[in-house]
């Protein structure tokens, strides 16, 4: 088996991280993911890369060796992909944006319409995919722009924020609380709740909330295809959901606003990132600007 360039990706990523756990996230893939990818590395090698205990995790001396062999190779290949395109692409006048399914076309709508108004001459081009195909995408320079729901940020991105969204907890079957605007997440923590695929960024979103308020998420055993079905689901009594307000499928919908134990709501926030690089076309560069500054309005 021929190595690749996610392989190599992995590697850095653990270098840099010594967690294979964080490297994972870092590479939007599961650690098992990582893992085997290493493993066929190592095997293609005839030697091992790192020294892994159940603690720590560093590199051998052979995998010290190589490392710079291997951020040379990734940094080749980017550099190999600006220059094509630039070579196609000279005066680039495009900019393309992947955005999340959860992104708030109430948002987006309004934004690209004053920048369409500044910069006439520019096309505005929307991708919508799933989180983890956004960033490889845009690692790979496929892509300008990642609008989404707030994540691991690298080294090699620079971000900034667009807008957060308030949280509502959606009760199980017909459980109804009377009465009540607001529901606290640590009064709903030993609810069982229905989850869905870590694509678009709820379910990291939803699990980082309940560690950050140092509670134990408890998950329904089935997963839901999309967020579109978590009410639906939590309607049926399979569990309770968690959706943040733009994405309620329902005018009657039994859902309340989630807030700390102070009483502060809760959010889920979204950023835009951009690959860190000094020779972005100008549209580039215009479009990042715009942003920032829109955000300070």
């Not at 807008?163 to 997440?185: A, C, D, N």
Request: proline share 4%.
């Amino acid at each position: 088996m021929n190595m690749n360039l996610s392989q190599l990706r992995y590697v850095k990523a653990v270098a840099e991280t010594e967690s294979f756990t964080q490297a994972a996230e870092q590479c939007f893939v599961t650690q098992p993911t990582l893992s085997n990818g290493i493993a066929q590395l190592e095997e293609e090698f005839e030697e091992r890369l790192f020294t892994r205990t159940t603690r720590t995790v560093s590199l051998t001396p052979f995998g010290e060796h190589l490392l710079p062999f291997v951020v040379n190779v990734l940094t080749a290949q980017s550099k190999l992909l600006h220059e094509a395109r630039n070579f196609v692409h000279p005066a680039q006048k495009t900019v393309r944006i992947g955005i999340s399914p959860l992104l708030r076309s109430g948002w987006l709508a309004p934004m690209l319409e004053i920048f369409h108004k500044a910069h006439p001459e520019i096309e505005v081009v929307l991708h919508e995919q799933n989180m983890a195909d956004l960033y490889h995408v845009l690692d790979e320079e496929l892509l300008d722009f990642v609008f989404g729901v707030a994540d691991t940020r690298k080294t090699s991105w620079n971000g900034t924020f667009l807008y957060r969204e308030p949280l509502y907890y959606i009760p199980r079957g017909s459980q109804i609380i009377e009465g009540k605007s607001t529901v606290k997440l640590e009064d709903i923590a030993d609810e069982t709740f229905v989850m869905v695929p870590n694509v678009c960024g709820l379910a990291k979103a939803t699990r980082a909330l309940f560690r950050s308020n140092r509670r134990k998420l408890k998950e329904y055993s089935g997963e839901a295809l999309s967020y579109l079905v978590l009410e639906e689901w939590a309607s049926l009594g399979l569990g309770s959901a968690i959706l943040p307000k733009s994405k309620l499928q329902s005018s009657e919908s039994k859902a309340i606003l989630l807030t700390d134990k102070t009483g502060r709501e809760l959010t889920l926030e979204f950023e835009a990132i951009w690959l860190n690089t000094r020779q972005q076309p100008a549209c580039l560069q215009q479009f990042a600007e715009f942003l920032q500054d829109y955000n300070q309005r």
